[in-house]
């Protein structure tokens, strides 16, 4: 099975730098993804890695360790628009994707 | 290119009663799978599927079905509908990784809209 462990709510200011954490355990690994959620919508994908390291994609960037079980979301020079749920979740090797229960992000002025 | 659909986005059911909610994808994806998202529990896997032919439970299935005849379609079926049925639910698909091989090929999920279902 999978658990995956993720921090409720976190609260940061307009254009700051903040750290979502993950952290998982899995009896297969085959990827992690994070994903963004705004209220009342669909979750969009913002990030993938399956290799250790750091991926990183403009304002967000993603690190990886599996011998950690553990990822980050890193999110810069944040925006208000950036007030979402973010999801963490992993694929194990039968391909179902498990996600945490997400972390809430509250950007305030 | 319409991606993954949905069908219906509200629904109200009495508790008892059957429904099919409906997810087609023309994305030609292997993997298709359904979630509920229950405030603060976030996104549960059902059911998943990982080719025509193919399905699996995942974390919740008790009261729901599924089944996979075509690869474009993943409907999801309640038989008697209870009130702990009432939830969100996502469809999502994505494109079939090798088993047990990492890869970079991404396989991001890509969601509908959400169906909002209340059982009364």
């Known amino acids: 099975g999978q658990n995956i462990d993720q921090p409720t709510e976190m609260t940061a200011t307009e254009g700051a730098i903040v750290q979502i954490n993950c952290t998982y355990q899995t009896s297969g690994f085959n990827g992690l993804f994070w994903y963004q959620q705004h209220a009342g919508e669909a979750p969009t994908f913002l990030s993938y890695n399956v290799l250790d390291g750091l991926e990183e994609k403009g304002r967000f960037s993603s690190f990886l360790s599996r011998s950690k079980g553990y990822s980050y979301l890193l999110l810069k020079e944040l925006q208000m628009k950036d007030s979402a749920s973010y999801l963490c979740a992993v694929r194990a090797r039968d391909q179902k994707v498990t996600f945490g229960t997400g972390t809430k992000l509250q950007v305030i002025p | 290119n319409a991606g993954v659909t949905q069908t219906p986005k509200f629904q109200v059911l009495k508790t008892g009663q059957s429904m099919t909610l409906q997810c087609a994808q023309d994305m030609n994806h292997e993997y298709m799978s359904w979630y509920r998202q229950d405030p603060g529990m976030g996104l549960r896997l059902i059911h998943y599927?990982?080719?025509?032919?193919?399905?699996d439970q995942g974390e919740v299935p008790n009261g729901y079905n599924v089944s996979r005849s075509t690869t474009e379609d993943f409907p999801l079926r309640l038989l008697s509908a209870a009130p702990s049925q009432t939830s969100v639910y996502f469809c999502?698909?994505?494109?079939?990784?090798?088993?047990?091989?990492?890869?970079?090929?991404?396989?991001?999920?890509?969601f509908g809209e959400g169906s909002r279902l209340t059982v009364l």
């Open positions: 999502a698909s994505s494109y079939g990784v090798n088993n047990g091989v990492l890869t970079r090929r991404t396989g991001e999920l890509f």
């Open positions: 599927s990982v080719g025509a032919g193919i399905t």
